[in-house]
């Protein structure tokens, strides 16, 4: 083989595999959701994402298997891609699974739930507890974290002490929010996440009654007939929350349109956690019906004579006379229903407005047009006769 040829070869294979090396797709830093276990590729520490979506960590690997009973669940993340606000407060035992000392004080102890550390009093009260297999249950930690947990009442007999119950339905957020953490409005008093809405706001002359607060989830709001569409915008207090506006997936902080029926219909806006834990938000929408009246309740003129016959909303013709120095007629039609439209000889104007026309020698024909709300008009006729 001619040493072109191998020249030849050997840049097709170098061209070859800088194609098929992997391309690094851009990652989002983002927020992530409670119930997470994550530790950063840089760090052996790992964090537990509460339900305030704060991230904890465990203090060791004795705190670590108290609550879990592997690393599979642990995701491993750089620190630029996570939002998550990473506390120096630590996760405690949990309740229930471990007999614990703490440096050299012989002093042993059960966990109860909110971090409470009840001194068992004697080894009898300890076999009674936890059989002679205690030790597989046993934990020393270092003095200062003792600093970690309160003090609870002492067990001098085993009747006093339920660990079953201890470590039965207890979650890490739970103890986090009895021990005076994870503290926040999207946090229930039994420790977990709440979705709830930060904001929300509307785009009609109306308001929500009454004023948007998280915690209420009903409001009322009233339209006019005329407006026919609604613009909600919906903030949750996390990004890791999802938003149901009626049957649309809309993104947080995202505007949407609906349409608005005529009466009364609701708007349903639901939250939702990552755990399925859901917050339903109803608007109740009030769109007026279309106004009926199609007629003035005043009309009046400037000039000398007066309309005959005399004005009545249900009268539809008139005549009046003007001298010849009377050069124009200004009239105010009134309508009876402020949302109907007018016009004069097929000029728009509004109720109650100046409305000038310049008179000629001979009839004078105007058209007043009244346009209800729902459609339906009524024509008024004035015939102005100018004196030649």
């Known amino acids: ?36 276990l994550f530790r950063f590729s840089t760090e052996k520490t790992i964090y537990f994402v509460a339900s305030d979506a704060k991230a904890y960590p465990f203090p ?42 703490f440096g050299d004080d012989p002093k042993l102890y059960a966990i109860a739930r909110g971090a409470r550390l ?11 507890l936890y059989t002679t297999t205690w030790r597989n249950y046993f934990v020393t930690l270092p003095a200062i974290r003792l600093n970690d947990y309160s003090i609870g009442a002492v067990i001098d007999k085993a009747s006093l002490y339920q660990k079953n119950d201890e470590r039965t339905n207890v979650t890490i957020s739970q103890e986090l929010y ?44 009233k339209t006019d007939f005329n407006e026919d569409k609604i613009t909600l915008t919906s903030k949750a207090y996390d990004d890791y929350m999802t938003i149901m506006v009626g049957d649309y997936n809309v993104a947080d902080g995202s505007p949407i349109t609906l349409d608005i029926p005529i009466g009364e219909t609701d708007i349903p806006i639901k939250v939702s ?20 009246s199609k007629l003035l309740s005043s009309l009046t003129e400037n000039l000398s004579d007066s309309f005959w016959p005399t004005f009545q909303p249900h009268s539809y013709d008139y005549t009046i006379y003007a001298k010849s120095s009377e050069s124009s007629i200004i009239l ?29 020698p001979g009839e004078n024909k105007i058209e007043l047009l009244v346009t209800a709300e729902n459609g339906y008009a009524q024509k008024y006729t004035l015939t102005v006769k100018k004196v030649q």
């Open 178 to 221: 009895a021990r005076g953490f994870a503290r926040k409005d999207t946090v229930a008093p039994g420790g977990a996440a709440v979705p709830l809405l930060k904001s929300l706001t509307e785009n009609v002359k109306g308001a929500l009654s009454p004023n948007f607060k998280p915690q209420t989830t009903y409001y009322t709001l």
């Open 118 to 128: 009840r001194w068992i009093k004697n080894e009898n009260v300890l076999s009674d």
């Open 273 to 292: 956690s990552p755990d399925g834990t859901h917050v339903i938000y109803t608007i109740r929408m009030k769109r007026a019906k279309p106004g009926d």
């Open 60 to 101: 060791d690997e004795a705190t670590f298997f108290s609550w879990y009973p592997s690393f599979a669940k642990v995701k491993v993340v750089e620190k630029k891609d996570v939002l998550n606000v990473i506390l120096k407060n630590i996760i405690s035992l949990k309740p229930g699974t471990r007999v614990v000392k």
């Open 1 to 36: 083989m001619s040493k072109f040829r191998i020249v030849s070869l050997l840049f097709s294979i170098i061209v070859l595999f800088s194609f098929l090396q992997p391309v690094s797709a851009a990652v989002t830093a983002k927020t992530l959701p409670p119930g997470t």
């Open 332 to 360: 105010h039609a009134k309508t009876e229903d402020d949302k109907a439209r007018l016009t004069i000889d097929g000029n728009s104007v509004a109720s109650n407005a100046s409305y000038d026309k310049t008179l000629k």
